[in-house]
């Protein structure tokens, strides 16, 4: 016989949760959750997006019966320990000192980052200004309780079956959910700020774009800034996230860099791209770093914030040569004169000279 499950579907605000923990009427920490092991980036990241009022996942509760004394609901927490554990340790690190298992007051406090939140950063719940702490504290959660009859094997069926219907994460979507400092912010504002132009340019697609493909090309680009044109590497992107992660020296030299070299693509450029071989993402590396030199030079230091050159006509005449030559065959066959992948530093130095040459003598360079 099919087994029907009769979900409740409610909302809790945080105060809800600290008044459960408080009368002894939450566990959470039953037997398949895992213990804290948040970052204090993540912790700062959850709790910025409580105060700008963004959704969160969905927490699971099973109801655990009534207590005789008190006469409330006891439940103990499926899925979200971390979570909760996380707001209440920043609303009330006291409580959570007394209540959470675990816990450690030293290690498990925590301030809002500056890469987060520049008005609150450093500052603890107390320090927060009464309507922020009251923004908090109504915050809701999502909160799915299954009914007391659902035993463990029941639960470990239920979230089976949510993580077979996922996905498997590409590289970028990992460092998305590892990394919470000043670089991914960055990388990410970057990225987000450029929306309209990846579009227009026909860069990436809006499925590309949710799996957040252009914002691994950004990291490839400011990578490129400190280290010069280099081969497309999981571990190079991952060392420079883990490097930058909690101080990103040259963060504001990169931003002002990487939109300068923008919006000149743009002004010389414009919606001509969507239909040029430089919307191809595997060309589109190289053709950044043509204008990046122009601009800057390839091997300029990232510790000194210098002027930027002025592009002449005389260079962009050279790159929309490349361009003709790039239309006269599919992009294919062109690709393998320079190497066998479009990723590698070989190739992509080859397609950096070819265009940065006008398609002449680029071999030489």
Sequence with gaps: ??????I???LYKVSDFIT??????LDLSPRFQRRSVWSKGTKSFLVDTVIRGLPIPIIFLRDKGTDPNTFEPKREVIDGQQRIRTVIAYVAPSLAAKSLKEFDINRD??????????DLANKTFSQLDDETRQRILDYQFSVHILPLDVDDREI????MRMNSTSYELKPQELRNARFFGEFKMTVYNLAAGQLNSWRQWKIFSDDEISRMEEVELTSELIYLM?????????????KIYSEKDSEFTGRKIVEKRFKLVMDNIEHFFGQNISSSPYSKKTLFYSFF????????????????????????????KLIKDSEAIFKTKPLDEIYKLFGRRTTDIRTRKALFNFIRCGGKNWQKR
């Design 1 to 6: 016989m099919v087994r029907f499950f009769n």
């Design 8 to 10: 409740t579907r409610t």
């Design 20 to 25: 459960f923990l408080k009368s002894n009427n």
């Design 109 to 118: 406090s925590f301030v809002i980052s500056r890469s987060h939140n520049k």
């Design 156 to 159: 470990l069926e239920i979230f």
């Design 226 to 238: 400190f280290n010069g044109i280099s081969s497309k590497s999981k571990a190079s992107l991952d």
């Design 289 to 316: 770093a043509v204008f990046y030199d122009l601009l800057f030079g390839l091997n300029s230091t990232i510790k000194r914030n210098i002027k930027a050159k002025a592009i002449n006509s005389s260079d962009i």
